[in-house]
């Protein structure tokens, strides 16, 4: 059964350790993600951009194909189907009604205000039908679906502000992660998220997991980082063990032969991750 991340991200709040998102990129990656979580018995959230919604054919696809793979595979641990970097609210209408449990809405390119009115809209119709809401201030940059945008930090004024006036379930404040790979050495804004934590009630989120040092990874979580998403992580392993079984068997032209080379390595790093992140069930 699919739910919505509120109980398991505030039990990593109160726990002091961080659940995984996960992004999905079609069939074979969201049976991996979900075997590996389950055999840990820890629980996921499998994060959907725009871009892999429309190259997995739409959120109606997904949520049947999740389903069905959780039903087939005898999935028990908590699964979070969520909408990543939702640009719109009718984006996640769609998700929603599509059976996501949750979205992101990233209406952090706009003013604050404008930021505000989008969020709360896409909160009132999410909350009445259970589903949980991610939203984000600042602006994280780096790039996402072969979008590059800057980063701005946020601030604690901008923070209680969004979710005073909205009601959002997490918050992803912009402290100097980016997405994609890091050039040069992460620089993130320990104090302002710890001092974020401190005056929130609400977990906190930590995008552009990908390059990030373990000891920054653990500092994050000890300030009060409660998710954190990876995508470009799983993608290069995966990447990097599909080119190395190519070049040793060339004559290979089964897809899934090809596809599933990568399996193993996308399965370590999950454990790795879920170790390093401490997640609990």
Request: hydrophobic share 35%.
């Amino acid at each position: 059964m699919l739910v919505n991340f509120n109980k398991m991200l505030m039990n990593a709040k109160r726990g002091k350790y961080a659940v995984p998102h996960l992004n999905i990129n079609n069939l074979e990656w969201t049976k991996y993600i979900l075997e590996k979580c389950n055999e840990l018995e820890v629980p996921v959230i499998l994060g959907v951009s725009e871009g892999a919604a429309k190259y997995m054919g739409g959120f109606n696809a997904i949520t049947g194909m999740v389903k069905g793979l959780m039903q087939d595979l005898n999935i028990t641990i908590p699964v979070c189907l969520h909408v990543d970097h939702g640009s719109s609210k009718e984006t996640c209408i769609k998700a929603i009604d599509a059976g996501f449990t949750s979205v992101m809405i990233d209406a952090s390119r706009h003013e604050l205000e404008e930021n505000i009115k989008i969020t709360k809209e896409v909160v009132e119709y999410a909350h009445e039908r259970g589903v949980s809401v991610e939203a984000e201030v600042g602006h994280i940059g780096g790039t996402e679906d072969n979008i590059t945008s800057s980063a701005t930090n946020a601030t604690l004024e901008d923070c209680l502000t969004l979710y005073e006036n909205t009601g959002i379930d997490s918050l992803a404040p912009a402290l100097g992660s980016v997405h994609g790979f890091y050039k040069g050495e992460p620089n993130l804004d320990f104090e302002t998220m710890k001092t974020i934590n401190e005056n929130l009630p609400i977990p906190l989120v930590l995008h552009g997991g990908t390059g990030i040092p373990d000891d920054k990874i653990k500092k994050a979580i000890s300030c009060g980082i409660s998710k954190i998403n990876i995508n470009t992580d799983l993608q290069s392993v995966w990447s990097k063990a599909v080119r190395k079984f190519l070049d040793e068997n060339k004559d290979v032209y089964d897809p899934r032969k090809i596809i599933g080379s990568g399996e193993q390595a996308i399965k370590t790093r999950i454990e790795e991750i879920v170790t390093l992140f401490g997640t609990k069930r």
